[in-house]
């Protein structure tokens, strides 16, 4: 059933509606109206399973799933049939993929041709199709139309010096072929790993760099789309996994003017790929400036609403914390919130998105963003609800409780609800513990330790300071930029939240009747400390 809704959406959304077109003219009878009735009822969402097909045509027939198959399994082969109809002169089809889908289409007449021994046919087509093919650089339709060619006219022995020809150009596709699909499994191979761990190996950069050296070779011999496209995403990926963000910025860049002057090569899809680089990399070269130009030149690229519209939405909110413009990451949450398209994303970015939300709350509070006011989605955040929601350790699989933990208890401090943060001390030791002992995770290690001495140097300002030394010059020693911790996970540099953190704490000293608390649920407080005159010494 989910191959069936996905062919039939595509086909709708390419306006071909009528199952006429699928094959289906001058057909009568119950077989015709079912298959089409079939896909009305996908297509307008009253057919979700094959319980629902069986039941409504067969009822109460034994056999009714078997038939429901055997109905399904027609329809798939009409709507594949369609696809051959759908028209290629839409906005949405660049003239790459015009090139590409008409000379796969063509190439399929072109292998009936053959099959029925029309030679001549056969040739005038392939000979067109192959000319599309070499323009537009589509090294493995090329190399198997030559390799046909050159077969037709060897065996009617016309015309030797194109048999000659088609030879050459054969084996000189065929080497192209290769070195594009090295290119592409280098990539994939180098991008799964970078996925898989951010932590920097010494041998996953000694692989990038290798696979660079035979990719730059490539590059200078070669130009089609997929060799470009993923021959620069190696380039940059090299750069990446050595956390050299600036010469990722300019291999994007450079691959950027490549794409851009040559019409074979500029599609959306890749322009969109290297200016999302630039963003990312901005974002932990805190370049606001450049940043946002990359995000704005991204959000013009991408159709609004769909998902990688989000996500470069993500990355410009992220722009905008970290490099202090929190005014920006409320405009910018405030448009993807505001849009229709936020409701139908999956439950796992819809959760990102309210940890934002959480943080631009927050930033609200302690006036550091000025709310727009009235009943929108930023101001109907309900901080009690949030606060009380206690995230689920053992599920957290993508880091986000981490985020969720430290706005919890900014929140909290802000609110002079200590005794809420004495009450979680022990969750959350036990959560460092677990889940942020790894080297990508270290970062985190370091802040949730530092939130865990405020309650020790019982909220004094002075105390936390100097009880949290030690952990700001780990933080120093490993800054964000070179960190393998998701940028989602940390949404506002540790630094910078730790500046928010000291401004809520009190300068003076805690009562009593707080340091006892502390004491009765097993956190330690400072001790008194002597001087050298043997007085109690104090943080004030």
Not at 134 to 148: D, Q, S, V
Not at 218 to 235: D, E
Not at 413 to 433: C, P, S, T, W
Request: contains cysteine; charged residues 25%; aromatic residues 12%.
């Amino acid at each position: 059933m989910e191959e069936l809704q996905e062919l039939i959406g595509f086909i709708s959304r390419n306006k071909i509606k009528q199952l006429e077109w699928i094959g289906s003219q001058g057909r009568k009878g119950k077989g015709a109206s079912q298959i089409q009735e079939l896909y009305n009822g996908i297509s307008d969402g009253r057919f979700q399973t094959e319980e629902e097909v069986a039941d409504h045509f067969f009822g109460g027939n034994p056999r009714k799933v078997q038939y429901a198959r055997r109905l399904m399994q027609k329809l798939r082969t009409r709507l594949h049939n369609t696809l051959f109809f759908i028209d290629l002169n839409q906005p949405r089809f660049n003239d790459i993929l015009q090139a590409y889908y008409q000379s796969h289409k063509d190439y399929a007449v072109f292998k009936i041709l053959l099959g029925q021994n029309l030679t001549a046919s056969s040739i005038s087509l392939g000979e067109d199709i192959l000319q599309r093919s070499l323009k537009y650089g589509f090294p493995y339709l090329t190399m198997e139309l030559a390799r046909n060619l050159m077969s037709q006219y060897r065996v009617s022995k016309i015309e030797k010096n194109k048999t000659q020809y088609y030879q050459r150009l054969m084996f000189e596709q065929f080497e192209l072929y290769q070195a594009e699909i090295k290119t592409e499994a280098y990539f994939e191979e180098l991008a799964v790993h970078f996925a898989q761990s951010r932590s920097s190996k010494p041998e996953m950069a000694k692989l990038a760099i290798q696979y660079s050296r035979e990719v730059e070779d490539y590059l200078k011999r070669f130009r089609t789309y997929r060799l470009v496209l993923n021959g620069y995403r190696v380039l940059a990926m090299r750069y990446q996994i050595e956390n050299d963000y600036e010469n990722t910025i300019a291999i994007s860049r450079k691959a950027l003017s490549v794409i851009e002057k040559d019409p074979t090569l500029n599609t959306n899809t890749a322009l969109v790929i290297f200016h999302f680089n630039i963003l990312q990399s901005c974002i932990l070269l805190r370049r606001f400036e450049e940043g946002e130009q990359a995000a704005q030149r991204c959000l013009a690229l991408v159709p609004e609403g769909n998902t990688n519209w989000f996500f470069v939405l993500e990355l410009h909110l992220m722009l905008a914390f970290h490099t202090n413009k929190f005014q920006k990451a409320y405009e910018v949450l405030r448009v993807a919130l505001g849009h229709p398209g936020h409701k139908k994303l999956s439950e796992a970015i819809r959760e990102q998105w309210t940890v934002y939300k959480a943080y631009v709350q927050y930033f609200i509070s302690i006036g550091k963003i000025r709310s727009a006011g009235g009943k929108e989605q930023v101001q109907s955040f309900r901080i009690g609800k949030f606060l009380n929601e206690v995230p689920t350790f053992s599920k957290d699989k993508r880091g986000v409780n981490v985020s969720i933990i430290i706005i919890q208890t900014l929140f909290l401090l802000h609110k002079r609800e200590f005794g809420q943060i004495i009450d979680r001390v022990e969750a959350l030791n036990m959560y460092r513990h677990r889940y942020l002992r790894r080297d990508d995770m270290f970062r985190s290690n370091c802040f949730i330790q530092m939130l865990l001495q405020v309650p020790a140097a019982n909220f004094n300002r002075i105390a936390t300071v100097r009880r949290t030394q030690k952990f700001m010059d780990q933080l120093k020693e490993v800054p964000i930029e070179t960190a393998r911790q998701g940028g989602e996970i940390e949404v506002i540099p540790y630094e910078t939240l730790w500046r928010f953190v000291l401004q809520s704490l009190e300068l003076k000293p805690k009562t009593k009747r707080v340091e006892w608390a502390n004491r009765k649920r097993g956190v330690l407080s400072d001790r008194p400390r002597r001087n050298e005159d043997g007085k109690q010494d104090t943080d004030e």
